[in-house]
T-cell receptor, first 115, second 117 residues
Framework: DTGVSQDPRHKITKRGQNVTFRCDPISEHNRLYWYRQTLGQGPEFLTYFQNEAQLEKSRLLSDRFSAERPKGSFSTLEIQRTEQGDSAMYLC?????????????FGQGTRLTVV | AQKVTQAQTEISVVEKEDVTLDCVYETRDTTYYLFWYKQPPSGELVFLIRRNSFDEQNEISGRYSWNFQKSTSSFNFTITASQVVDSAVYFCALSEARGSTLGRLYFGRGTQLTVWP
């Protein structure tokens, strides 16, 4: 499978617990994005990496959220002390930094439910 | 500020009907890109098309066509002779140019298309 892979696909957690999601981008893609999508809404940007450098973070990314891409390949998104409002689909995307003629390819997402 | 508006929340059609999904955008940038993505029930966003702000030529790909009009800031998507497999949520998105690369995507709220047999 050469697409963007996310793990797990579904996660149910109790409020206050920490969760971590993983994203494996398309192998030659140097850009990696995280988006969050709540029910009935479009995806909202959280953060993105160029190789291992985190270049931009949205205000949506509170201090309970942290993302890493330590070797410029896979990325992890951790949410600490989860809240019910964190329930959403977390989407990862990757792209090749090949100028303006490029597009992001998305994974199938991790659906988080905080109970 | 960048904004994408998809006023149609849900559309239902019967198979073989044509359907147009509307998208209106706002941006102050002169260089920007517009996208359409399809999200089937499996959840993965599937890229359909990218269009840059300097190219207003309409595009046709099989049963899909796109009408980009800068004068009305619209980038509408038409499916001709719709099929049940077209049922999905469709998102319009906008990205600015950040130097020589694209920035983040700004998505609309999506339009749920249901095609009945």
């Amino acid at each position: 499978d050469t697409g963007v892979s996310q793990d797990p696909r579904h996660k149910i957690t109790k409020r206050g617990q920490n969760v971590t999601f993983r994203c494996d981008p398309i192998s030659e893609h140097n850009r990696l994005y995280w988006y969050r999508q709540t029910l009935g809404q479009g995806p909202e940007f959280l953060t993105y990496f160029q190789n291992e450098a985190q270049l931009e973070k949205s205000r949506l990314l509170s201090d309970r959220f942290s993302a890493e891409r330590p070797k410029g390949s896979f990325s992890t998104l951790e949410i600490q002390r989860t809240e019910q409002g964190d329930s959403a689909m977390y989407l990862c995307a990757s792209s090749l930094d090949a100028g303006l003629n490029t597009e992001a390819f998305f994974g199938q997402g991790t659906r988080l439910t905080v109970v | 500020a960048q904004k994408v508006t998809q006023a149609q929340t849900e559309i239902s059609v019967v198979e073989k009907e044509d359907v147009t999904l509307d998208c209106v955008y706002e941006t102050r940038d002169t260089t920007y890109y517009l996208f359409w993505y399809k999200q089937p029930p499996s959840g993965e966003l599937v890229f359909l098309i990218r269009r840059n702000s300097f190219d207003e030529q309409n595009e046709i790909s099989g049963r899909y066509s796109w009408n980009f009009q800068k004068s009305t800031s619209s980038f509408n998507f038409t499916i001709t002779a719709s099929q049940v497999v077209d049922s999905a949520v469709y998102f319009c998105a906008l990205s600015e140019a950040r130097g020589s690369t694209l920035g983040r995507l700004y998505f609309g709220r999506g339009t749920q298309l249901t095609v009945w047999p």
